[in-house]
């Protein structure tokens, strides 16, 4: 009973790591790893070592990402291999996909 336990969950958790996709990315002074939900309509973003979640928005171009961090607004931005972070006050931060 528990090897097909064990079989069942790891099969369980071996088929929602294939399905999950993660971008490590450089935006400014922050290192971004991105961790896309398998519908795409929320990500996760560990930034410089902190979490956020974020959630999909309306955009007229491209895919955005809303949430907060640290008590400051963030948003994502993605548009073909590009991603954009805004961030509280802050101009917006072009990132470098690794």
Known sequence: MKKCLFFIISCLILSACEETKIINANCGNYNIEI???????????????????LNIALSASGVRYVGNFNDAPITLWNKGDDWTLYLGDEKAIYCTVK
């Open 35 to 53: 961790i896309m939900s398998k519908d795409g309509e929320r990500i996760n973003a560990v930034i410089n070592g902190n979490s956020a979640a």
